[in-house]
Every structure is written in structure tokens, then in C-alpha cells.
């Protein structure tokens, strides 16, 4: 059973345009919630990562939003490029290090 | 830069063949771990070991063992390959939270 629930599947979206990633979970044990991201052949490498006494961090185009009641966060890529094409994982961790991941979502930005 | 190597960037095995996928870290990096990867599924971690000669299993360690006789150095291994293993091999390695990914292994049983 997925300790993250990671949604959409997939998403397209248009140069400049906003694709927003969604994940939840149930364990409030969890401390960290990193993001990571790969591109096809390659290992997933992290993007961002987000502690839970905060509700937002941004680092270049990339922004996560975190809501710790609901135990939810998403990712934002903001005024996106294709380069920016891949598969986007969110996950989280308690002080053991381990990592549990979503399903992932394959984004695709068009030209 | 961090660099974690895998044997392997394509495997093709039998039924029944054991299968040994190594990797490799250069960071001395107490904590590895192995995955595999499917479609739909995410990443699920097998095995990890936060020292050399331990080991904890992980979500689905049923079908793999692993050896960590060195540091830098962590090997899964199928004992008896099944269609069903059939994915992508992910090892990784860290210090703390973040976790560096090797490029993967696909590995393929018929």
C-alpha cells in the first residue's frame, strides 16, 4: 500500500504554463518531503525539499506548497519550458532516511 | 559530484538464473538502497543498509537478498530470477534525507 498518494497520472501543458502536482499522506510521523526528478535513462535526482513547519519554498521556478492539516503538498513549475519534460516524484521520510515515493507524473510541456 | 554506478544498464536473465546487480558509491556514503521502479507503481524500495554487513529489508524484499561487505559497495541479488522481477533497478546512497540515484539497471527475465 502507497504511504503517498501522488496525482495526476500525467499532465501536458503549454510553454509558460503552470503544471501543478499533487500528493498526500497519512503518516504524521513524516518529517521531509522532498521532490525528485528524472529524465528518461536517467536515476531521479532531487529537485526541491520542504520540511513541514513550513508551508512554502521556492527555489528558481520551482515552488512546493505545503499544508501540513491536510496533510498535502504539491509542486509548482512555474513559467514552464520544455526542458522542464519529465517524470516528477514527491516522497517523504521520518528520521530513518528511508523514502517513500508516489507513483510519479510524467509532464510534458509542449512548445 | 556524487557519482553511483551500476554494473549494468540492460540485463537479460533466464527463469530460474541468479542475478546479481552491484552498485557502487564514491561519496562515503553510510546509507545505500535498492529499488525497483514500474510504471504506475513509483519507486519501491527492496533492501537498504545503513552500514557495511547490515541489512533491513525494505517494502517488497520477498525473491531478493542483498551483500554489503564494503562501504562503498552494495549488491542485490536474485536468487532464482522469476518474469515477475521483470523492472528497473534503481540503487541509491546518502548521508542523510537526500538520496543519490544511480542511472538503473533494466533487467529483463523470460
Known amino acids: 500500500q502507497q504511504q503517498v498518494k501522488q496525482s495526476p497520472q500525467s499532465l501536458i501543458v503549454q510553454k509558460g504554463g503552470i503544471p501543478i502536482i499533487n500528493c498526500a499522506y497519512e503518516?504524521?510521523?513524516?518529517?521531509?518531503f522532498p521532490w525528485y526528478q528524472q529524465f528518461p535513462g536517467k536515476g531521479p535526482a532531487l529537485l526541491i525539499a520542504i520540511r513541514p513547519d513550513v508551508s512554502e519554498k521556492k527555489e528558481g521556478r520551482f515552488t512546493i506548497s505545503f499544508n501540513k492539516s491536510a496533510k498535502q503538498f504539491s509542486l509548482h513549475i512555474m513559467d514552464s519550458q520544455p526542458g522542464d519534460s519529465a517524470t516528477y516524484f514527491c516522497?517523504?521520510?521520518?528520521?530513518?532516511?528511508?523514502?517513500?515515493f508516489g507513483a510519479g507524473t510524467t509532464v510534458t510541456v509542449r512548445a | 559530484d556524487v557519482k553511483v554506478t551500476q554494473s549494468s544498464r540492460y540485463l537479460v536473465k533466464r527463469t530460474g538464473e541468479k542475478v546479481f546487480l552491484e552498485c557502487v558509491q564514491d561519496?562515503?556514503?553510510?546509507?545505500m538502497f535498492w529499488y525497483r521502479q514500474d510504471p504506475g507503481l513509483g519507486l519501491r524500495l527492496i533492501y537498504f543498509?545503513?552500514?557495511?554487513?547490515?541489512?533491513e529489508k525494505g517494502d517488497i524484499p520477498e525473491g531478493y537478498s542483498v551483500s554489503r561487505e564494503k562501504k562503498e559497495r552494495f549488491s542485490l541479488i536474485l536468487e532464482s530470477a522469476s518474469t515477475n522481477q521483470t523492472s528497473m533497478y534503481l540503487c541509491a546512497s546518502s548521508w542523510a534525507y537526500e538520496q543519490y540515484f544511480g542511472p538503473g539497471t533494466r533487467l529483463t527475465v523470460t
Open positions: 503518516n504524521t510521523a513524516f518529517d521531509y
Open positions: 516522497a517523504a521520510s521520518k528520521d530513518d532516511y528511508k523514502l517513500s
Open positions: 543498509s545503513y552500514d557495511v554487513k547490515m541489512k
Open positions: 561519496m562515503d556514503h553510510e546509507n
